[in-house]
């Protein structure tokens, strides 16, 4: 009767000490499991320490998590068909920048280990892109649209 106690509390301290909790139980119940090493990198390929990394699964279930100090991170995840990407801004004088990589389509197989590095490329402005016309249809006042276009 003691041995089911002790598994129970062992699994939840490990679930606790886990970056990823979701994934500890298809890890330790599941051996079709793979690992995924990410690399984030900027585009003058440096890495990128606590970039976002989106992770969606083929349910649409997302995760959003950081890059480490080596802008890197280690995923154990089910076999399957994922999607990863990442994205940042940067404050330049009145504005902001901002980065995204493309997103990877990739499937883990169990028992497989890869690597991916995402690229962050700096992205368009949506805004600059919107003609005068479609500015002033959204409601944009006149002096802002040509301002903005």
Known sequence: M???KF???TLGLLILSTQNPQFVLADLFNAATGS???????DAGQSVTNAPVYLLDGHKNLMVLKTDASGSL???LPAGKYTLSSAVTRPIAD?????ASPE??????????MS???????ADDAISNLSLSTLQKMGVANQVAKYLN
Do not use: G, M, N
């Open 2 to 4: 003691k041995t089911p």
């Open 7 to 9: 598994i129970v509390a």
């Open 36 to 42: 995924v090493r990410v690399f984030v990198q900027d």
């Open 74 to 76: 280690t995923l154990t």
């Open 95 to 99: 504005s902001l920048d901002r980065y």
């Open 104 to 113: 990877a389509h990739i499937e883990v197989l169990a028992k497989d280990s």
């Open 116 to 122: 991916l590095v995402l690229s962050l490329q700096l």
